[in-house]
Nanobody
């Protein structure tokens, strides 16, 4: 069984910083891409940033220059450093991993339970 456990959310003032972490554990054979998504009330879930196993990153235009995604492959962990936070960054942030549990299985998406980020003005 695979688990993705997020941590690091919370309440912060506008202009502040937070660092999210997500550790994947369980029966994992290989992880391809990992990423962070967010969902604000009344809005669809959207991609914030992603990173491949080789370190190639992709960020949403709304967070470029403010958020940085990184990962530690040895720890099966992905991070999201969020700086210069704005009230519009308020959302539940979800970790995502595209992984396979055995040599013969295909890659499948797994999700964390979400961590709340609230940015006050």
């Amino acid at each position: 069984q695979v688990q993705l456990v997020e941590s690091g959310g919370g309440l912060v003032q506008a202009g502040g910083s937070l660092r999210l972490s997500c550790a994947a554990s369980g029966s994992i054979f290989s992880i391809n891409a990992m990423g962070w998504y967010r969902q604000a009330p009344g809005k669809q879930r959207e991609l914030v940033a992603s990173i491949t196993s080789g370190g190639v990153t992709n960020c949403a235009d709304s967070v470029k220059g403010r958020f940085t995604i990184s990962r530690d492959n040895a720890k099966n962990t992905v991070y999201l450093q969020m700086n210069s936070l704005k009230p519009e960054d308020t959302a539940v942030y979800y970790c995502n991993a595209d992984l396979k549990v055995s040599y013969s299985s295909g890659y499948k998406d797994y999700w964390g339970q979400g961590t709340q980020v609230i940015v006050s003005s």
